[in-house]
């Protein structure tokens, strides 16, 4: 089975641009998580749903940063616009409902952000 | 707000050596502890240990939860280049934060040759 994929897997931007990240879940799993990691601060969660619907989104930074499940598939972290303190590799994480090792998180293989 | 602090940062040593990494939390509503590894890339699921299963072991790696103390230990023995990588230790909480995991710094494991 596919685990997590994630895209792009390196983005470069400039500061004031719009960046997307996008996340495909493993099929089947009901939660999905975004995180932030930086040096300074570590693995941070910034989003989670479940069943497509957002939970607890208190790690969001700022009214900048967004994010949207549209569908059990799919799911992006938008940043608008973007500053140099948001670099960072950002991970996507899904699990199932009813694992045995029941908060078990599979991460994807992050997105590399760096903004100039 | 659920805190995880794990300690040593970092840690250099011989292959061979044994190591021990801890990690000390406080969450509310404790449901579980989980060990992940991350060699550069995603971090990758190692135990997990709750209060029905205290302790755990796969090959050179065990891991044991302290639920009255509040800390868990990850031990390495016969450690290999192989071993070299970021630990993290993370808590689940239950209730409303259910599924929601709360990540330590981590530990810097470094094992020369």
């Known amino acids: 089975d596919a685990g997590v994929i994630q895209s792009p897997r390196h983005e470069v931007t400039e500061m004031g641009q719009e960046v997307t990240l996008r996340c495909k879940p493993i099929?089947?799993?009901?939660?999905l998580f975004w995180y932030r990691q930086t040096m300074m601060r570590g693995l941070e969660l910034l989003i989670y749903?479940?069943?497509?619907?957002?939970?607890?989104d208190s790690g969001m930074p700022e009214d900048r940063f967004s994010a949207k499940m549209p569908n059990a598939s799919f799911s992006t972290l938008k940043i608008q616009p973007s500053e140099p303190r948001d670099s960072a590799v950002y991970f996507c994480?899904?699990?199932?409902?009813?694992?045995?090792?029941?908060?078990?998180?599979?991460f994807g293989p992050g997105t590399r952000l760096t903004v100039l | 707000e659920d805190k995880v602090v794990q300690s040593p940062l970092s840690l250099v040593v011989h292959e061979g050596d044994t190591v021990t990494l801890n990690c000390s939390y406080e969450?509310?509503?404790?449901?579980?502890l989980l060990w992940y590894k991350q060699e550069k890339k995603a971090p990758t699921f190692l135990f997990m240990l709750?209060?029905?299963?205290i302790e755990k072991k796969s090959g050179r790696l065990s891991s044991i939860l302290d639920k009255k103390e509040l800390f868990s230990i990850l031990n390495i023995t016969a450690t290999q280049t192989g071993d070299s990588a970021v630990y993290l230790c993370?808590?689940?909480?239950?209730?409303?934060?259910?599924?929601?995991?709360?990540f330590g710094q981590g530990t810097i494991l470094t094992v020369h040759p």
């Open positions: 994480a899904s699990k199932p409902e009813g694992h045995a090792n029941f908060n078990e998180q599979f």
């Open positions: 099929s089947g799993h009901d939660y």
């Open positions: 749903f479940n069943n497509n619907v957002p939970i607890d």
């Open positions: 969450v509310t509503n404790f449901r579980s």
């Open positions: 709750t209060s029905s299963g």
């Open positions: 993370a808590v689940a909480a239950g209730g409303t934060s259910y599924g929601k995991l709360t």
